[in-house]
Nanobody, 115 residues
């Protein structure tokens, strides 16, 4: 099992930046894929970005060029650098991973983009 804890959310003005962190309870060296998802009020949870063990990444079209996902094996952490934030990025952001048939989620961190 692995527990995930997100941090770094908050209130930011449009055009601003935030860096989200996801701390895992154990080593992530053997984990194939980790990701960030988000859920806005009244909407379904959606994929934001994935990072794979080989270092490859993918992003939702809505965040390409603005968000960057990265991972630090030494700290067992995954990050999401969010730049040029827009009001439509407002959501609860969740860290996620899958091992075998099990899916793990963090508790989420709120990101609000508003002037």
């Amino acid at each position: 099992q692995v527990q995930l804890v997100e941090s770094g959310g908050g209130l930011v003005q449009p055009g601003g930046s935030l860096r989200l962190s996801c701390a895992a309870s154990r080593s992530i060296n053997s984990i194939y894929r980790m990701g960030w998802y988000r859920q806005a009020p009244g909407k379904q949870r959606e994929r934001v970005a994935h990072i794979f063990s080989g270092g490859s990444t993918n992003y939702a079209d809505s965040v390409k060029g603005r968000f960057t996902i990265s991972r630090d094996y030494a700290k067992s952490a995954v990050y999401l650098q969010m730049n040029s934030l827009k009001p439509e990025d407002t959501a609860i952001y969740y860290c996620n991973t899958i091992e075998g048939f099990l899916t793990y989620w963090g508790q989420g961190t709120q990101v609000t983009v508003s002037s």
